[in-house]
């Protein structure tokens, strides 16, 4: 896909957080109002380091990683292989959400982000409460 979700526009966003911070309103979504817990910021710099040693091809389509490479990986990011293959789960599961979620319209993203089904731009002509 041409504009798919990419490790490197992930890694932008997430140094992005990490060297000025999330915005109150994206801390207040997270229930971290009084900002990003150290152990949070660990463990983004861990998966910054991880995204880091991957080759282009791999930011690219992280599925072209192996058994071998996920070792590598770990042993440069100093990480365990289990948690570059948790990150890379969890990037394909964000990477998915986001395809689906360019399908929908606004009020559609909306409702998915929040899990608000019954969310309306205005009440329809009939409602009555």
């Known amino acids: 896909m041409a504009d798919d ?8 966003q997430l140094d992005r957080a990490l060297q000025n911070g999330m915005n109150g309103l994206v801390l ?11 152990s949070a910021k660990r463990c983004l710099q861990r998966i910054d380091r991880m ?27 100093d990480t365990d292989p289990h948690e570059v293959q948790q990150f890379l789960r969890q990037f394909d599961q964000v990477r ?8 929908l319209n606004i009020w559609d993203r909306i409702r998915l982000i929040t899990g608000y089904p019954k969310l309306r731009p205005f009440p329809p002509a009939d409602f009555k409460e």
């Open 5 to 12: 979700l990419t490790l490197d526009d992930f890694r932008k």
């Open 28 to 38: 207040r979504f997270l229930g971290l109002e009084a900002g990003l817990p150290e």
């Open 51 to 77: 995204i880091a040693v991957m080759t282009p091809e791999e930011r690219l389509d992280p599925a072209c990683i192996d058994v071998n490479r996920r070792f590598l990986i770990a042993l440069h990011s």
């Open 96 to 103: 998915e959400l986001m395809r689906q979620s360019a399908k």
